[in-house]
Antibody, heavy 122, light 107 residues
Framework: EVQLVESGGGLVQSGGSLRLSCAASGFTFSNYWMHWVRQAPGKGLVWVSRINSDGSNPNYADSVKGRFTISRDNAKNTLYLQMNSLRAEDTAVYYC???????????????WGQGTMVTVSS | EIVMTQSPATLSVSPGETATLSCRASQSVSSNLAWYQQKPGQAPRLLIYGASTRATGIPARFSGSGSGTEFTLTISSLQSEDFAIYYCQHYNNWPPAFGQGTKVEIK
């Protein structure tokens, strides 16, 4: 079964750090671009970051650029999001998502994890 | 950056009826448009990509149309499991962006 499972969320103070993980199974992880998408409580979906299949080309939304770092370990089939200098507005459920087509980036997402909640207290 | 606008915000529909959801892009996104369904407490699920192609396992009662700046998601003969929030998303250029969502509720 194709699956993504996030972990690492929790409660952190403003200015703090947190590292999210996303464990992939059931597919060839190293072939796919991967993404992080977040959703603030009661709000819509917002794309956060993406990384290419070998981890050499990360991209970020302006709202997180310079504070968040996306990375991956293809040997461990795991995607990461290191979040530093956290702000109250970063409070959200964070989803990892797989790009729809292998090798290239379409920026459409066909497999999603269940999400992990990050709460930043001010 | 391209802004996606969905309408209406809420759509009240009776089971068995047809729901028509709209999505507008602030500039052309060609056919690089996806639709997702999200139920409370769940992750989004891909329904449609390429504006009109159903994703794997999606029932035929879900159909997408449009190109350029105007798109429609039609859900025919609404089932109880279809009441949810629906999001459109463009992926024509970077960064990708979602609409604010349309909630389909039971009338």
């Amino acid at each position: 079964e194709v699956q993504l499972v996030e972990s690492g969320g929790g409660l952190v103070q403003s200015g703090g750090s947190l590292r999210l993980s996303c464990a992939a199974s059931g597919f060839t992880f190293s072939n796919y671009w991967m993404h992080w998408v977040r959703q603030a409580p009661g709000k819509g979906l917002v794309w956060v970051s993406r990384i290419n299949s070998d981890g050499s080309n990360p991209n970020y939304a302006d709202s997180v650029k310079g504070r968040f770092t996306i990375s991956r370990d293809n040997a461990k089939n795991t995607l990461y999001l290191q979040m530093n200098s956290l702000r109250a507005e970063d409070t959200a459920v964070y989803y990892c998502a797989r790009d729809r087509i292998s090798i290239i980036a379409t920026d459409a997402f066909d497999i999603w994890g269940q999400g992990t909640m990050v709460t930043v207290s001010s | 950056e391209i802004v996606m606008t969905q309408s209406p915000a809420t759509l009240s529909v009776s089971p068995g009826e047809t729901a028509t959801l709209s999505c507008r892009a602030s500039q052309s996104v060609s056919s690089n448009l996806a639709w997702y369904q999200q139920k409370p407490g769940q992750a989004p699920r891909l329904l449609i990509y390429g504006a009109s192609t159903r994703a794997t396992g999606i029932p035929a009662r879900f159909s997408g149309s449009g190109s350029g700046t105007e798109f429609t998601l039609t859900i025919s003969s609404l089932q109880s499991e279809d009441f949810a929030i629906y999001y459109c998303q463009h992926y024509n250029n970077w960064p990708p962006a979602f609409g604010q969502g349309t909630k389909v509720e039971i009338k």
